[in-house]
């Protein structure tokens, strides 16, 4: 069964600081990785996917995630953060092209906020 | 707009009652999938259509849901007897053939 974990439900930052949110998963297939974006009463929204090939994935809005086997990881990281960033973040995997139903697995959310 | 559409955006019921939502997924997503959120939560895994066929479903999904997608265009998600634990952020989510979901703003329903 594939697993999320995102540690730390909330992160602050300040703006122009380095964000760092992090994801690790558990999967019995090779996996296909998601970090999505959520605003108040909003759906989701995708940043960035890894699926094959590189393993350093750039998204939307400056963010960009590496996907380290050995470590289990996918790690959202933006160098400068934003007000505008203020969110909550989900990490998704799934069995994408595997075959199955494409379900997405994910973590609980982190909640991070942008102090001016 | 083009994306994914779910109506109402907002519910209030008392408890008993039945609901129903309806989700227009993305013209030609021949998938399509409910979630449901709850606060503080993760989206949760509910239930799986690939055309008009149903083909996986949670064992969140209790003997008082039911989704359907007739024609395999829109779907609509029913609860019957509707219990407070019920309460959550129901989410549609479409995608083609093997890539990314997306998503729509969801029907948040309150149990009262």
């Known amino acids: 069964a594939q697993s999320v974990t995102q540690l730390g439900s909330h992160v602050s930052v300040s703006e122009g600081a380095l964000v760092l949110l992090r994801c690790n998963y558990s999967?019995?297939?090779?996996?296909?990785l998601f970090w999505y974006v959520q605003y108040p009463n909003q759906g989701l929204q995708l940043l960035l996917k890894y699926t094959t090939g590189a393993t350093l994935v750039k998204g939307i809005n400056g963010f960009e995630a590496e996907f380290k086997k050995s470590e289990t990881s996918f790690h959202l990281t933006k160098p400068s953060a934003h007000m505008s960033d203020a969110a909550e973040y989900f990490c998704a995997v799934s069995d994408l092209g595997q075959g199955g139903s494409e379900k997405l697995v994910f973590g609980k959310g982190t909640k991070l906020t942008v102090n001016p | 707009d083009t994306g994914v559409s779910q109506n109402p955006r907002h519910k209030i019921t008392k408890r008993g009652q039945n609901v129903t939502f309806r989700c227009d997924p993305i013209s030609e997503h021949n998938r399509l999938y409910w979630y449901r959120q709850t606060l503080g939560q993760g989206p949760e895994f509910l239930t799986y259509f690939q055309n008009e066929a149903q083909l996986e479903k949670s064992r969140l999904l209790s003997d008082r849901f039911s989704a359907e997608r007739p024609k395999g265009s829109f779907s609509t998600l029913e609860i019957q007897r509707t219990e407070q634990g019920d309460s959550a952020m129901y989410l549609c989510a479409s995608n083609p053939l093997s890539t990314e979901a997306f998503f729509g703003q969801g029907t948040r329903l309150t149990v009262v």
């Open positions: 999967s019995s297939v090779p996996p296909y």
